[in-house]
């Protein structure tokens, strides 16, 4: 099995924003807000709204609740609306880092 290229270093979970803070091998520092990883879900019930052209509109306020380590591969994330089905391989979660980051501390 390949090994991603990009695993992190320190991962916080930020219960009173309901925010993800990940620190990357390479030394990228990004905070990921939750409403931006909850529309980035890739499980099968979100890829077929998505395929159906349905929008995925996160609730206002969604936090993160819960994460759960997937093995050296990701992490799968529970969602304040009671969404818990998306696994976020470490190299999609990068990504999305660049994407949705916040703020970035060099
Ligand atoms: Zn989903």
Request: net charge negative.
């Amino acid at each position: 099995m390949a090994t991603s290229a990009v695993w992190p270093l320190d991962i916080v979970l930020h219960e009173a924003s309901g925010q993800l803070e990940v620190l990357w091998n390479d030394g990228l520092h990004y905070t990921l807000d939750a409403s931006g990883l909850r529309a980035a879900c890739r499980c099968a019930a979100c890829e077929s709204l998505r395929r159906a052209g349905t929008p995925l509109v996160p609730a206002a306020g969604i936090a993160l609740t819960l994460l759960r380590p997937v093995g050296e591969f990701g992490l799968q994330l529970c969602f304040s609306d009671g969404h818990d089905r998306g696994i976020y391989p470490w190299s999609y979660l990068h990504e999305l880092s660049s994407i949705l980051s916040l703020q970035t501390t060099p």
